[in-house]
């Protein structure tokens, strides 16, 4: 692997992520521990039945009334540091946000040190290794003591598992899914040289999974495809210039189908917008290797969390 990879976490190689592990139950680590690490010397990620069965992950949305967005992905395809960029941006745009302790049981001690460490970990130079201590979060954004929207980043590999394309969303997402709430879908894709297990077939049979969640979710739901790692194509002119409509095309072709669960039936508007979506490029920053083996994170132009979040506003006031 390079040294440096930009807009990107490490790749599955560089970081151990317990989702690429073989469920045991044996397993006990901590935050970002890998399982032969000493289960006595941190607090538990996931309990034994929970990583036997991801059917026993519990989650509660307790405030059903704002609006969540969901960041949608494989693993590894930046949810995590996408949340960790927006958040420092909207931190220094005077919003605040705040972890939902409400949304793990009160048994998941691992979850409530993520929430108590959340601003440590959302401010170190390290967050890219970082992003191992997440497996789920759930943040409220407020501006003025006023809730926005929540955000929602959970694994990847329940979401979609490029090992096992064709295994059904686990209870958990059902729960989500059912939720009151009005959500946004922030459906990540990614350029096709930035993940090694999104194979020609992977990506098809992501494409499978996200017209499996379209036909579930309730018609006032919107979506956006962020493109993240917009930086590792050649489509960006400049410092936030980028070529928008090659980089939908390019899309369209590296996930064939994509965009068709999306087409506007509206005949009064379909020949203005084709699609019932909104589209945005992204970068998180760069990231470098230390000499220890870790690494720095150096984030990216505000541009880019600033158009994500105008996006993000225009579909919960829409």
Partial sequence: MAEMNFGNTPSNEEQTNIFGQEATGSYSGGMGATPS????????????????????IRVTIADQRTPLVIFFGPPSCGKTMTLIRLTRYLQRCGYAIEPVTSFRPAHDTNYKAMCENFDAMVGSEDAANSTSKINFMLVTVFKDGKPICQILEGPGEYYFNPEDPKSAFPKYIHAIINSENRKIWAIMVEPDKTSARMTVEARSNYVAKIRSLKSRI???????????????????RGRGEIRTSEVIRHTDNLYPGIFAPFMNENPLTKWLSPYNFEFVPFQTGDFCKTADGGFTFEQGPDVYPKNLWNVILNGIRG
């Fill in 218 to 236: 309730p018609r006032r739901d919107k979506f956006v495809f962020v493109f993240n790692k917009i930086d590792e194509t050649p489509y960006v």
């Fill in 37 to 56: 690490q000493d289960a006595s010397a941190s607090e538990t990620i996931y309990s034994a039945e929970e990583l036997n069965d991801a059917n026993r």
